[in-house]
């Protein structure tokens, strides 16, 4: 009984999978990376054949922004990137329908005998990926050696640099991702789980870029000057990396704030504005300022009259009136040697 009832198993299932099938992919959300494609059947269709078996002859279509995969028992047996309707031949599960002989039919009856009628062992599955760009996500770091050089006062300074944005990115090699990191699924891999995994990588090589460009030295009013390069640097050393790795690249990358410390900037503002004071003429400006100033208020109100004296008294007790450099103290002028009132 059990050698009848193999062989009528293994007669009926070849005869179910003998039909050709049409595999294709509805649009794919933009949160799904991989889906697995199931045959496109209607109630009035006699095809029931299994779910593992992609019978010679049978179309895989192929929509823009999509691209499929055939896997048979792990590996890969074909692969479509452009877009359109394309035939699937693999010579493992030949068809009366598509070139099928009798002797190809006898030597798949006679592997399925072997296996008490049920499918041989042969699984195939159909895979579409989603190689549209996708949405990345947002990110920010701090505390990033940032070198301020400005030639013009001799200020050169390490100082902490924070840094945000967001980022897009699509599968540039599918193959690369199956292997590396989804492999066979049931249903569909979703983007989250990738970006997960990737998001401290990514992180990680943008503000190492970012570090390493900004340790060139610029002044910050250059930073704004400098972001294409800085995005386009950050980009390539994440593609690098992330192609090695997932198969994936970045498509677009944008830096929304790229800026120094407000604390950093202060010091910076401060040591400017000194180094402006060594002009002697630029140091005599600013004490003609504060005079007007001072007399200015003093002509309003006897009590300003005291207050804007003290202030031109201070504004000179800083500087010096000869050349301009700032007082630390002392009866002698530290820059031109002058004595002191």
């Known amino acids: 009984m059990g050698i009848i009832k193999a062989a009528f198993s293994s007669a009926s299932t070849m005869a179910a999978d003998q039909w050709k099938e049409y595999f294709y992919c509805p649009a ?26 992609v019978t010679d002859g049978s179309i895989i279509a192929v929509a823009d922004g999509e691209y499929a995969i055939v896997v048979s028992n792990g590996k890969l047996a074909a692969e479509y990137k452009e877009s359109g309707a394309h035939t699937f031949v693999s010579g493992e599960t030949t068809s009366v329908f598509h070139g099928g002989n009798l002797s190809s039919l006898g030597k798949e009856f006679g592997r399925r005998f072997s296996f008490g009628g049920d499918t041989p062992g042969v699984v ?28 013009n006062t001799g200020l050169d300074i390490d100082c902490m640099l924070s840094v945000s944005g967001y980022y897009t990115y699509h599968i540039a090699n599918p193959m690369i991702i199956y292997k590396q990191l989804i492999g066979n699924i049931e249903h569909n891999y979703k983007a989250g789980t990738l970006l997960k995994m990737m998001s401290n990588e990514v992180k990680a090589v943008i503000l190492s870029s970012c570090g390493s460009v900004s340790a ?84 309003g109100n006897s009590a300003g009259a005291m207050m804007g004296v003290a202030a031109v008294n201070a504004m000179a007790a800083k500087f010096c009136r000869e050349c301009g450099t700032k007082l630390m103290g002392g009866k002698f002028c530290p820059g031109c040697g002058q004595k002191l009132e």
């Open 28 to 53: 794919l959300p933009e949160d799904t990376l991989m889906v697995r494609a199931w045959k496109q059947t209607s109630e009035r269709s006699a095809n029931e054949g299994s779910d593992d078996i």
């Open 216 to 299: 060139l030295g610029m002044r910050p009013s250059q930073i704004a000057q400098m972001l294409p390069e800085i995005e386009e640097k950050a980009r390539q050393a994440a593609n690098k990396k992330l192609y090695e790795l997932r198969g994936i690249e970045l498509v677009s990358f944008v830096i929304t704030a790229f800026r120094v410390s407000g604390k950093d900037m202060a010091v910076i503002k401060d040591i400017q504005q000194t180094a402006v004071y060594k002009d002697p003429e630029m140091a005599k400006a600013a004490l003609v300022k504060a005079q007007a100033g001072a007399l200015t208020t003093a002509a």
């Open 124 to 151: 195939q599955r159909v895979y579409y990926f989603n190689t549209k760009e996708m949405p990345g996500e947002s990110f920010s770091g701090g505390n990033i050696p940032f070198r301020v050089l400005d030639e």
